[in-house]
Every structure is written in C-alpha cells, then in structure tokens.
C-alpha cells in the first residue's frame, strides 16, 4: 500500500529538477530541449488542468490514479524519469499499450496466462477497454521516448487507495519485469535511479542537500550497528545504497553477510581498500570458491579499482581456501579467544567455540571507520560452520569497538548433548546406518594410534595449519573435512576394494569428560559373522565403547551393536540382528538388551532408548552440529571384519 495523500509533488519534482541541472558537466552537448530545462531549472511541463486531465480520461475510458492525477496538476508530462525513460507521459500521449511490443508473452511467463477468446481478449473486454490477462494487453503505456525501456501501468492491479501499480521491462537487461506499487512508487525509484547513475558516473562530484542528509545517516547508522542496533541501521544503509551512495553497499553487505546472506553481496566500495581487504576478501572469496565452476573471472570483477597486493592477497587466499587452509587470526584479547574458539571447534564444541567468540566479541576493534564487525572467521573452515542467522543477530547485536550497549541475550546452543540425536532423520533421511568408537583416557589425536593399522605409537595430531601429518607408522589425521569431503576423498583415493577389508573413515573429537570419539556416518554393510569389534585394540589405561546401528537401515534386517573393553579386553557385548540377540560378559541392567528387544517390540523404536542408556551409563555425548554442518580431522582405522579363512572366497576390485 502507498500512502499519496500527504504527497508534496512539486517540492520533490523542484528538488529532482535543480539536482539534474547541477549534476551536468560544464561543456556538455545537450538538445535545445534539455538546455532550457537547466536553464529553468525544470524537468517537467506546465501543470494539466483538471479540464484537460478528464478529456484525456474519456478518451482511455478510465479515471487515473490519485498520484498520477496529482502528478499531472503540477506537470503535463516529464522529462529524464531516471536514466533510461527520456520522456514520460502526459496527457496527451498516454495510451493503450494493446501489447504494442510483444511483451504479452513475457508477462505470461511470470503471471500465468489467463483464459482468453478466439481474440485474444478476456470475456467481456470491449473495444477500448482494458485488457485482462498481464500488462503486456492490459497495460496504459507512460514511456514516450526511452531507451528500449517500457513503462506500462495497470489499471486491474489495484491497492485500497484507488493506485494502480506500473511496470517497467527493458529489453536489454536480462531481468523480469519490476513492479512499482504506484505511479508515485515508480517516480521515486525513478528519482534513486537518477542519484545512483550520477553518484557512480564519471561526471565530476555529485553533492546536494539530498546526498549530504543521506551520508550524515549513513554516518549514524554506521555507529549505531557498532552499539548493536543494526536493524535500523541497515534500513538506512539500504535506502543511502539505492542512491547509489559510496560505501552503502559495503557496509550493508557487512550486515548482510553475518546474518547468512551470501547472493550478490560483494561489499563494494571497501573490499578492495587495503585497510579491509584482510578481514573482507576471505568473506567474498569463500562464496567465490563455493561457486566458481566458470572459472575465477567473475572474482576479478569484483576486484576491479584494486592495487596488486590487494588482488595477490585475493588470490593467496582463494588457494587457501580451496585448499582448506585458510586460517582466520585477529590482533589482541580478541585474537587469542580466536585461537581457542579454533581449537574447540576443532574437536567438535560447535557451541563452545560460539561462546568464545561471542563473549570476547566486546574487545574487538575494527580496521577502520567502515568495518562493521569481525568477517574473516566465515572463510575459515573450522570456524565458518559456527554461523547461523540466529548466532549472526546476535553478534550484530553485540556492541563492540568500544561503543557502549547492553548485551543481547545468547543464543541457543545447537547441540542437544546425548546420542539420541542419532535417531532423528536428518535431511534427505540418509544416516540409517552409523557407528563410533568413544574412548575414555585418550585425546582424540591419539586415537589413530589406537584404532588404525600401525600399532599404539603412531597417532600425531594434525598440523595447527589445518593441514594433516603423517607419524612414523603411517597413522595420520586429515585436515578437517566435511561429511560430504571425506566420502569424496575417501572414493577418490580408494584403488582397491575388498569385500572382506572393511576399514572406515572416521572423524574425531571430544565426547565429553576425558573422552574421545571416532564416527563413522557411511559404514558398509553389517556382517555379524565377520564383525570385529575395534573396542578390542584399545590401550592399556583406556575405556572404549562400540556402537553399531542399523535399525533404520534402508537394506537387510535391522541390526545394533554395543561392546565395551577395558584395557583392550572386551567385558561385555550384544549384537541384535535377525531378530534374535548375542551376548556375552556381564552387562549392566542400563544396556540389557532385553529391555529393548523382545518379541513385540518394534526394533526400530529400541534406538532412541538405547542411545539414551548409553549416553547416561558413560557420560557422552557426539556433537550434532560438528559432525553434520561442520569438519573435523579424519583417519582411516583398521578393519572392521576379519581377515577371510581358509575356504572363504572373496571378491577385490582394483582401479587405476
């Protein structure tokens, strides 16, 4: 809805017309016609008088719109309605478009078509009447002369206020029709078009009233998202951004960057000032890297105006970030909560690495005067899965660079603690099927030692760097991947196959008080018969506990696996499968697979239960977040199945 009513056309048309005649370079060419209006300072005609205004509304058979009508008492027309509609209409000239350019069609592939006779014409249309359907039939036309730019307004799309909305399309931008609300909606986006081609063209300065009271709130709102009020802000960076005014963009897409918007976001205007660069270029070249499958032309776009070091560290970072070593750092006490944020995220404490950053973020301090709030941290691949919309608000909401503010209240943590988790379907429902290893008394850099091929010596924690590190047997730990990288690079680095060598790809970290885990979210196929628990192999000293499930799995009989060992000896275990369950050793009344599994019962619900008695008989927990939306560093362990026996058979396929 537009509200007209209050509406002081010629003050805003006066306005417009002095900023046009200031804004043309001395010398300039121009047509008689565009002289004389610098000279008076006026882009538009003498006023229509209500006598001529109702001719011109029998001849179309419709009454106007209030803010069109109003329009035409100041001015018969006007003249430069933005940068490409060099004459709108007035009374005279205003028509039926009758799709006079073919854009029937177009609309249709936007609206819908609507049903039409013989004639193309809704039923009930007259001679001179509008058409129903799209603007392309429907439509008056307002562009007189333009460049290729159509300007059709509808009297069927009707607001309570009696407005019609009005439509513009040209045909050399690749972009469906826009829809103003209003004849005036559509002037004063006309008016912002004007600015913007001005404030961004070659023609010398462009300073008036208009763009000093738009910078001093653009000033205001720059130091209001600093005392975390950056939802005012924001609507006054959009508005000084739609003028096209220097640095609007770049700090609105500061804004919008934090709360998880990625499209066209570019931070124009500073990401190629070197005093940001450093915090701003990971954040662009990150969305870069996510979708660059044309090659990185469109990076050098963006870059355009920047000196060589700023385009040596752009491309200095897309190849760390390609390779996963980008690795974000900051000066000062909020630099070293950096560093620990890093570190607990790196095993898997999503939430406490959140909170590091979040409770040190009062000791930030910005580059300069137009960075908003920390950027770099969203390239970083162990950091960047900690953002969320909701942890974006409230960071923004942070007051920081030593601006005062109250601190907003956290938000939620994204972890649910417990194993339950584990039997919720997640998205797409592809984990039916997972298993871990939580060990008690070992780090998680320790547990390729335990639970890989090499012996209890080998494991060596992976380079700070991000990168990974071989040990003296060959254990190593990766850099820290996504589920998705690991069944990639486990796929792509795989050449030989065994339908007996089951060794999984498991990621690490910490499972709670003194304990590690190593998860496995893609297992192959369970084989009771061959099954070789690694609780087993475990180290004097250390605690393990092996879970298997299977009972949402999508192929064979539902099946679960819990065994535990002490000191590498096995002390209890049970497996369920074929509808019939194993054990052995002296299980806890907690764990009694009895309790879950009888002749009635449903096997799949026995999982959430189960987790639960796990979860609380040990104290551990898997982190959620960690292990769906982020990376952790991963290592292939032992096999799960024997070795086969003599007589078995089995099948090896070999590649490359």
């Known amino acids: 809805m537009t509200d007209t009513t209050a509406f002081d056309?010629?003050?805003?048309?006066?306005?417009?017309?002095?900023?046009?005649?200031?804004?043309?370079?001395?010398?300039?060419?121009?047509?008689?016609?565009d002289e004389v209006a610098r000279q008076t300072r006026w882009l538009g005609f003498p006023p229509a008088p209500e006598e001529r205004i109702a001719a011109m509304e029998q001849r179309l058979g419709l009454r106007m719109p209030p803010s069109y009508r109003e329009f035409l008492a100041v001015t018969d027309g006007w003249r430069h309605a933005g940068g490409f509609v060099w004459l709108l209409a007035g009374t005279r000239d205003l028509r039926w478009?009758?799709?006079?350019?073919?854009?029937?069609?177009?609309?249709?592939?936007?609206?819908?078509?609507?049903?039409?006779?013989?004639?193309?014409?809704?039923?009930?249309?007259?001679?001179?009447?509008?058409?129903?359907?799209d603007p392309g039939r429907r439509a008056l036309q307002l562009d007189v002369e333009s460049d290729a730019t159509y300007v059709l307004m509808d009297p069927t799309d009707v607001d309570e206020n009696g407005e019609w909305a009005v439509y513009t399309w040209a045909s050399w931008l690749a972009e469906p029709p826009e829809r103003h609300a209003s004849f005036l909606a559509f002037m004063q986006d006309a008016y912002r078009e004007f600015h913007s081609l001005r404030s961004n063209g070659d023609g010398g300065e462009f300073v008036n009233d208009t763009t000093r009271a738009l910078d001093a709130r653009m000033e205001d709102a720059r130091r209001e998202v600093l005392r975390g009020g950056w939802e005012r802000a924001l609507r006054a960076l959009d508005e000084a951004r739609e003028y096209g005014r220097p640095r609007a963009a770049g700090l609105g897409d500061q804004i919008r960057r934090l709360l998880g918007q990625t499209s066209m976001v570019y931070f124009d205007?500073?990401?190629?000032?070197?005093?940001y660069a450093p915090e701003l270029l990971p954040a662009l070249v990150a969305e870069h890297a996510a979708h660059s499958y044309r090659g990185d032309s469109s990076l050098v776009y963006h870059l355009r105006g920047a000196d060589q070091e700023v385009v040596s560290l752009a491309y200095a970072t897309l190849e760390q970030v390609r390779g996963g070593t980008y690795r974000y750092t900051a000066i000062g006490r909020f630099g070293e909560a950096v560093g620990r944020a890093r570190e607990l995220a790196r095993w898997g404490d999503c939430d406490g690495a959140w909170r590091a950053l979040a409770d040190a973020l009062p000791l930030w301090q910005p580059l300069g005067p137009d960075h908003l709030a920390p950027l770099g941290w969203v390239a970083d691949p162990l950091l960047g899965p900690l953002l969320t919309p909701e942890r974006g608000r409230e960071l923004l909401s942070t007051p920081r660079g030593g601006q005062?503010?109250?601190?907003?209240?956290?938000?939620?943590?994204?972890?649910?603690?417990?194993?339950?988790?584990?039997?919720?379907?997640?998205?797409?429902?592809?984990?039916?099927?997972?298993?871990?290893?939580?060990?008690e008394g070992a780090e998680p850099h320790e547990l390729?030692?335990?639970?890989?091929?090499?012996?209890?010596?080998?494991?060596?924690?992976?380079?700070?760097?991000?990168?990974?590190?071989?040990?003296?047997?060959?254990?190593?730990l990766s850099r820290p991947l996504t589920s998705w990288e690991t069944r990639d690079e486990r796929l792509r680095n795989r050449r030989e196959f065994s339908s007996f060598d089951d060794r999984a790809v498991m990621a690490v970290g910490r499972a709670g008080a003194d304990w590690s885990f190593a998860f496995d979210g893609d297992p192959a196929p369970f084989d009771r018969r061959r099954f070789v628990s690694p609780a087993a192999s475990t180290a004097q000293g250390t605690r393990a506990v092996v879970v298997w499930s299977g009972l949402r799995a999508w192929h064979g009989e539902p099946f679960f696996h819990l065994s535990v060992a002490r000191d590498g000896a096995e002390q209890y275990a049970f497996t369920y499968a074929e509808g019939e369950v194993r054990s052995s050793g002296e299980i806890p009344r907690s764990l009694d697979p009895a309790r879950f599994f009888d002749d009635t019962a449903d096997a799949v619900g026995a999982e959430r239960p189960l987790l639960?008695?796990?979860?609380?008989?040990?104290?551990?927990?898997?982190?959620?977040?960690?292990?769906?939306?982020?990376?952790?560093?991963?290592?292939?362990?032992?096999?799960?199945?024997?070795?086969?026996?003599?007589?078995?058979t089995f099948m090896v396929l070999r590649t490359g």
């Open 9 to 33: 056309w010629r003050s805003f048309l006066l306005r417009w017309s002095g900023e046009w005649a200031d804004s043309l370079p001395e010398g300039e060419e121009r047509g008689e016609d």
């Open 448 to 476: 390729p030692a335990l639970l890989a091929d090499g012996g209890e010596d080998g494991g060596e924690e992976s380079r700070e760097d991000g990168g990974a590190e071989s040990s003296e047997d060959g254990t190593v």
């Open 404 to 439: 005062p503010g109250a601190a907003p209240t956290p938000s939620a943590g994204l972890d649910p603690g417990g194993l339950a988790w584990l039997a919720e379907p997640d998205p797409g429902n592809n984990r039916t099927s997972y298993r871990f290893v939580l060990v």
């Open 97 to 133: 478009h009758d799709d006079a350019s073919w854009l029937a069609e177009l609309f249709e592939d936007y609206e819908g078509e609507d049903d039409e006779d013989e004639n193309g014409r809704d039923a009930g249309d007259e001679p001179g009447e509008p058409r129903e359907g």
């Open 612 to 648: 639960e008695a796990v979860a609380g008989e040990f104290g551990v927990h898997l982190p959620r977040h960690a292990l769906v939306h982020g990376r952790l560093h991963t290592f292939p362990s032992r096999s799960w199945t024997r070795p086969p026996r003599d007589g078995e």
């Open 269 to 275: 205007g500073l990401v190629t000032d070197p005093r």
